[in-house]
Every structure is written in C-alpha cells, then in structure tokens.
C-alpha cells in the first residue's frame, strides 16, 4: 500500500490483467488481486460503516490483500473532520483481530478521506470528482471505482444518478485494462416484485448489470460458501443429493434476540421481508441447486434462479395451509423473562402513535415448500425462520429416507431414527454426521452417534468476516456470491403472493412464547412423521 | 540393526498407541466424548536446544490449524536404539463437545532415528495430509529419513542454505516452502510490480544488483536471485554474469551494509534494475529508506518514470508458517527458483 504521495505519474496504471501476463506474478495470490482503487462510502456516518465495512477493510490490510494505493473516501451529510480518526477507533472496537496494529492503521489511513454532502445536491458530486481525480494522480487509482451505497432503499437510484451524471460512473468496456466503476448495493432490494422491479430499472438505467453488486451478507459467510464445495467438492454425498435418498429438509434460520427496539422498522417489513425473501432463500438454492458449469458468477447464479423458478408458488387458499405466520408471547429465554412482541409496541405507543395494537406483523415464519424438478419432486424443504426462538442457530439439516427394511427393529437402543447430516451455518460452524452404530459387547445394541466437523476446532474462530470477502470480490469483479437482478426478481416473485394472501384474507397470527421453537400451528405444515428439528 | 533394537523401537510405538488409545476412549459411560480436530499432522524436526521455541510454534499453529503434531529430535541422552515419548493433548470445550488436539514428542537414538519414518507411519493420522517442517538445527539423519514420508516440505533458506534445501528437493516430490521466500513476499511483489505495465522489459534485464546487510549465515539474495532467474528465463554464467532471454549479458552484483537497527544481519535493502524498453533504458529500484528501514521507495526511471513509497508491512513467523503451509500456489515457482539459486550459489 503506498504510503506517501507519488512524485510522478506520466506512466499508465498498473493493471493485473494485461494480456500478456507478467511472469513474476506466476506464483503469486496478487495474480488475480485487485486493481488499485478508490472504496467510496455513500452513508459514511451509519452504523454499518463503523461497524462492519471500516473493520473489513482493515482486515483485509491486516492480510495484505488490498492492492497497492488502495484509498477509503466517506461520503456523507454530517462534517467530520476527523473521520480517519473516527474510523480508527471503531476498528479498534469492532475488529476481529484486536489489538490494533498501528502500522496497518496507519498505512490505511494515508488513504483515509472524507467528502461532506447530501447526496440530493449535484455539487456533492462535483467535490467527490475532485477526490477521485486527486487520488487517481496520487495514489495511482487510475480511475477504478468501488461506490458501497450503505443508504436507504429510497436514497440507491439518486446517488446512482448523481454518479452518472458527474461521470464518475461510465459504461464498461470490453477492454480488460480500462478502468472500472462498480456498485454494491445492500439489501432491501425493493419490498415486493414492484418495487424490486422498480429498483433494478432505475439501477440498470445508468449501469450494466455487471456492474451492480447487490450484496447478501449470508452469502460471505464461509459456511455458505462451503455448501457448495461441500457439495460438489466431494463425491460422495452428491449421489444420495435427491428424492431417492433424501425424506426431507428443514431449514431454520433462528434468533433468540426479539426486534430490539426496532420495532417501527419490524412493523414495515416482518421476519418474511427481513430474513425469508433473502437469507432463507438464498440458502434454499445452494441446498436444491444443480451442479453448476464453472465457479463463473453466471453460472452459479444461473442455476440458483432455476431453483427458484421451480419452486412452486403458494397463492390463495393454499397459503394458509403451507405456511404459518407467528408473533413472539411474553415468555423465558435463557433464563430471562422477555416481553411479547405486542407489549413492545404498546410500550412505544405514547411515543409513536403510528404503531397499531392491532399489528399482524410475523416475527416467525414456518412454510412447506416444493420443489418442482426431477431432482426434488415430493421432497418437502421445511423453513423457518423466527425472532425470539430458544436459541440463535442457522441451519439446514437433510434428512434421510429411513431404513427400507428394519434389520435392526427389535435391537435395544435401535431408533429407527434415519440418518441426518446437519450443515451448521452460525454459531458453532460445522457439519454433522448422524448414524447409527453397535455398542460394543457381546449382544447387538445399535446407538446413534454423531461425527462431527466443526470450524473452529480444525481452523480456530478468527475466519474472516462476510463483509471482507464480499468487498475484495467486487473489487476483483468476482460477482459469483453477489445477487442478480432476475434473482431478486424471482425471489420476490415467490414471496409476493404469500404477503398478499395474508394482507387479503386477514390470515390468522399465531402466538408462541417467546424462548420456544415457534407455534404449534407449524406442526400442520410437516408431512406426517416429520418433526421439527430441536438443534 | 539388532533384534534387540528392533524390539525397542516397536516397544515404543506400542507405548505411545496405548497412550493416544486410553486418551481418545471416554473412561466411563456417559463421559463426555472428545472429538478430534484434525486438519494434519504436523512433524517438525528440530534440535534439543530448540525444543521450547518449537513447542510454542506448535501450540500457536494449533490455534488455526489443529491437528496430530509431532515434535522429533536426536536425543544424546537415549541409547542409540531407543525412542523416548511425551504425549499430551490439549482439549478445550466449544458447547457440549470436547475438541482435543494431540501432540507427541519423539525423541531417537542415534541408530534408531534411521526407523523415524516407520514409527512416524505408524503413529500418524492416515486420513490427513502430513507436513513436514525443517526447523534449525535438524539432525541430517531425520531429515533424509522423513522426506520421503511428507505430503509438503517447510523449510528456511535462511538457516539451511540453498543448496542444501535443492539437495532436499532432488530427494523428494513434495512440494517444499521456504520460510524466507515467504519472507521475501513484499519484495517480490514490488519487483513484480514493475513490470505489469510492461512485460516486455522482463526479458530485457541486463543489470541486478541486490544489498543487503552483511553476516547472514547463508547468502540472503541468493533466494530473490534464482527466482529472478527461473521467472525471467535467464541462464546462468557464472556467479557475476547471467544471460537474459533475448540472449544479452545480465550483470549480477551485490553490496553489503552493516546491519544496524532495526535490520540484524542477512537483510535484503535494496534492490536495483536495469531494463530496456524500445532501446530506452528503464532503471528501477526500491530501496529502503533511510528514515524507516520498513518502507521502501519504489522508483522508475527512463523508459517509465514514477515513483511512490511504500510500507514493507511486517509478518511474524506464526503469519509465514501459515503461508508456507496453506499457499501452494507457488510450488512449482519455488522449486525451480530454489534449483536456480542453487545452481547460481554453486558457481
């Protein structure tokens, strides 16, 4: 990382993707590292920003993979003049790695600046060309831009626009050595398919979809990502990946914490819009999703969306009986007693009258969901996903067709329990085994027992976080674990009639206490014979 | 070889077996089960004077990388057919589950240190990868003995020298890492950088000349200079002379300077090129600077001229274990930059 200004620059900036590759760099992980650049913050001042962004950038410092001249500029209202500062303490709070190492920092923060403006005013623009051209001769960014737009829904396709319009945002070219501008965009990608749409129109009026990075933290995670080597990494377990061998598959995405005093924002979108639209989903595809051509971003998201389009809809009646809606009651978890969802709003209603008594908002989720293809017709793939469970845990557990013939019926200790493999995505990262086996003696005894892996014990708990494998994608243009506007789309093209059929036929709420794995209700949704899982 | 001594050694395995087996079987019904983390045996050949340093090293590497470590060494003390043992474990709890990690120190005599690579094969965990590292002061003996039994060699030019580490790589087909080619990650990095906008001068280079300062126990450039070498398809004179692709004399010179705080001896300083683009010289160097020993600048001068400073960043040796363990992305660079410098080193 450079560390002081550059005297002179008449040359063109380096680029790791000439045609004619440079020997020296055979060998070396900066083969496809990224191009010095300039991250540019829109919603510096958030909370995001502080505590995750700022600290991922300096992990990846830490770990010697940002590239040389790479420069942070904060764009947001407030002033703050001592942003490099600012941020310096927030990584010193927030960072995986602590204490902080000042000679990182400090090399990072020679890169540090700040550009004060609303993003409705087109001078805020003109200051943040100023910047970038300043960077671009002193740093040697040469033009390539990383624009992380951490701001409301409504603020995205404005600074886009102000992007496009100050020319800091061109059209891509085919040349692998020009300079490029690309976009990350966080979640909520719209609230239903409308808006979705309306989104990705005005996203794809001033950029191509190359150049958009919609970003799902789930989907950084190392457990996510290792379901797919898990899967097509290894040959054993693919073979027994369908309805011949798999009864079916539960996937619990749980929270012990309640909305945290974010009620009014709960109120605007519930667990559905908050977690299912998006995480849940996500890791539905890379669970049902076929074998992929090639790691290449479009062909891994290609057969994510064919997941998603064989999904069969949920409208109308049909809603009520393969999904179930569910509110948090007072109750215990960890030994504390917490309010019910209900309470928390009438606590806050003197204070926001907005907020109805009468609120149908779901903090759980349980659905039956069905897959039409060769691979996955008749399996059934339960989610859920809830606020205030007994635990925070997110999982998928695929569940084995049981024994064709029971060998073992009459043995002590036999279950009948068929065989489960448990992917366990946070907390306690892993994968688990479950079969059953002889006690040792003279007689037959059969126990299940678990072979477990577990992250943390094989490669200690320091992995990286989401967010700092998502940003060195963007900026190496790896858009394999970023979202797709037709992604999105079908993603809200599912959940939408599941919303309208609760709006219209004022579906009941059921109550669970809080501290439990959900209503009982969730039970009508299991195929007879399944449970749901207790993990 | 004694029936005797046979005997012993096998005693010995038995021993350490027994030891492991009572350890991983729960004593009672209902104990709480251990679960084994395991992503490799790690073998470190050291000496006795050593020991506490490499059990540190284990201990740190077993934070990220747990597994079946083995630290093994020539005991003085032992007969010669005997092997001395310590097993232990270390367990931690992560919820309901036991997470334990074994290590066993072995300690040969002089005669039966030539069966280490059959007790290692008896005592390692057969379904991970074995990697084997090369620690100073390891006893030739155990080194011949074990190279053959390692799916990946760690080594340190630094304190065996390049020929004797080219040595190891004619013996073996693992792929090796070398602690100070690691060490030489932000060096190489920069050289490399010259050259992305203009490759074409990488087989134009007539002039490398490296300081570093002096007292290394082993030549410090000579690792950078057969990397240079094998990546820019140059063949080797004589010790001052090389010849570049395009057929012209490359002339290789070194400077010494004293080491002085924060630099100890054998550290590289600078680092100058020269090169030809379109028959216009391109003079390139990155050197340290004076008023931070752990920053360079880095200068174009001719054909392309600009310049920038830049932190060398700093990496303790738990950091560049890491890398010489998980970044097999340069074997096959290494190992032909090694034969290089070997080659050159023998001139």
């Not at chain 2, 340290?288 to 360079?296: C, F, G, I, Q, T």
């Amino acid at each position: 990382m450079s560390t002081e200004q550059k005297v002179d620059a008449q040359s063109s900036p380096p680029s790791m993707s000439s045609i004619a590759p440079n020997p020296l760099r055979e060998g070396m992980p900066e083969q496809t590292a990224p191009r010095p650049a300039a991250m540019i913050i829109f919603g510096a001042s958030g909370d995001l920003t502080r505590r995750k962004l700022v600290p991922a950038v300096y992990n990846l410092a830490l770990s010697r993979l940002l590239p040389q001249g790479f420069a942070l500029v904060g764009v947001a209202r407030r002033p703050k003049p001592e942003f490099a500062a600012e941020m310096r303490e927030n990584v010193a709070k927030h960072s995986r790695r602590k204490p902080l190492n000042d000679a990182t920092w400090n090399e990072l923060a020679q890169g540090i600046s700040y550009v004060q403006g609303d993003h409705n005013d087109p001078t805020t623009f003109t200051k943040l060309k100023e910047e970038l051209e300043r960077l671009d001769k002193e740093r040697g960014t040469a033009g390539n831009r990383l624009f992380y737009l951490s701001v409301g829904p409504d603020e995205v396709a404005k600074i886009v626009r102000g992007l496009k319009e100050s020319g800091l945002i061109v059209a891509p070219s085919d040349d692998p050595e020009a300079p490029y501008q690309r976009v990350i965009v966080e979640k909520p990608f719209g609230t239903n398919l409308a808006s979705a749409k309306a989104l990705n129109r005005d996203l794809l009026a001033h950029l191509d979809e190359s150049q958009i990075y919609r970003i799902d933290h789930y989907l950084g995670k190392e457990t996510v990502q290792n379901l797919l080597v898990f899967r097509f990494g290894n040959t054993i377990f693919e073979p027994l990946w369908s309805r011949q061998h798999i009864d079916h598959v539960q996937i619990t995405v749980a929270e012990d914490i309640g909305v945290e005093g974010r009620v009014d924002f709960y109120e605007k979108v519930g667990i559905t819009r908050d977690i299912v639209q998006n995480h849940a989903l996500q890791i539905l595809t890379l669970v049902a999703m076929e074998p992929p051509s090639s790691w290449d971003a479009n062909a891994v998201r290609d057969e994510k969306v064919k997941v998603l389009r064989t999904l069969r809809p949920i409208r109308g009646a049909e809603v009520l009986s393969r999904t179930v809606r569910g509110r948090y009651a007072a109750g215990t978890i960890r030994g504390d007693k917490v309010p019910g969802y209900l309470e928390e709003i009438e606590a806050l209603r003197a204070e926001k009258p907005e907020l109805s008594k009468d609120s149908k908002t779901e903090t759980y989720v349980g659905m039956r969901l069905e897959l039409e293809s060769w691979r996955w017709g008749g399996v059934p793939f339960y989610l859920r996903a809830g606020k205030r469970l007994a635990k925070r845990v997110a999982e998928v557990a695929i569940h084995f067709k049981p024994l064709p013939h029971g060998l073992f019926h009459n043995t002590p200790g036999a279950t009948n329990e068929p065989n489960s493999l448990v992917i366990r995505i946070q907390p306690d990262e892993g994968i688990s085994l479950r079969f059953a086996t002889k006690v040792p003696g003279q007689g037959m005894a059969v126990r299940e027992v678990a072979m477990d892996f577990r992250y943390g014990a094989e490669f200690g708990t320091s992995t990286p976080e989401a967010y700092e494998r998502l940003i060195l994608d963007a900026m190496r243009g790896e858009a394999t674990l970023f979202t797709r506007a037709d992604e999105v789309e079908a993603q809200w093209g599912f959940i939408d009639p599941i919303l309208a059929a609760w709006s219209s036929k004022d579906a009941p709420v059921a109550n669970y206490p809080a501290g439990s794995w959900g209503p009982t209700e969730a039970d009508a949704l299991l195929v007879s014979g399944d449970t749901w899982r207790k993990p | 070889m004694t029936p005797a001594g046979s005997g012993a050694v096998s005693e010995a395995v038995s021993r350490i077996e027994a030891e492991l087996n009572a350890f991983w079987s729960a004593a009672n019904e209902g104990d709480t089960p251990k679960a084994r983390a395991s992503t490799m045996n790690f073998v470190v050949i050291g000496a006795p004077a050593e020991t506490d340093r490499l059990r540190d090293e284990i201990e740190t590497l077993s934070q990220t990388r747990a597994g079946r470590a083995f630290l093994v060494m020539i005991d003085g003390h032992l007969a010669p057919w005997e092997v001395g043992s310590d097993v232990s474990a270390v367990c931690h709890k992560e919820g309901d589950t036991v997470v334990c990690y074994d290590r066993i120190e072995l300690g040969f005599g002089a005669i039966a240190a030539s069966r280490a690579a059959s007790v290692l094969s008896a005592l390692v965990l057969p379904e991970v990868p074995t990697i084997i590292e090369v620690a100073l002061g390891a006893p030739s003996s155990l080194v011949d003995a074990l190279v053959g039994s390692t799916d990946r060699l760690i080594v340190d030019t630094a304190t065996l020298g390049v020929r004797k580490v080219a040595e190891i790589a004619h013996k073996t087909k693992a792929p090796i890492a070398d602690r100070a080619f690691v060490r030489t990650f932000s060096w190489r990095d920069l050289i490399a950088r010259f050259f992305d906008d203009a490759v074409v001068a990488t087989k134009a280079v007539t002039r490398i000349r490296i300081t570093r300062t002096s007292g290394g126990k082993h030549e410090p450039a000579a690792i950078l200079l057969g990397w240079l070498f094998s990546r820019l398809g140059m063949r080797i004179e004589s010790k001052e002379t090389v010849v570049n692709a395009n057929g012209d004399k490359v002339t290789i010179e070194l400077a010494a300077e004293e080491p002085k705080d924060p630099l100890g001896p054998g550290e590289i300083t600078a680092i100058h090129l020269t090169t030809w683009i379109d028959g216009v010289a391109l003079e390139l160097s990155c050197a340290r600077l004076a008023e931070d020993r752990h920053a360079v600048c880095w200068k174009r001068e001719g054909a392309r001229t600009s310049a920038h400073h830049h932190a060398l960043g700093f990496r303790d040796e738990a950091w560049v274990l890491l890398k010489c363990i998980d970044a097999t992305e340069g074997d096959g660079v290494y190992r032909e930059a090694v034969l290089a410098a070997a080659d050159w080193s023998g001139r």
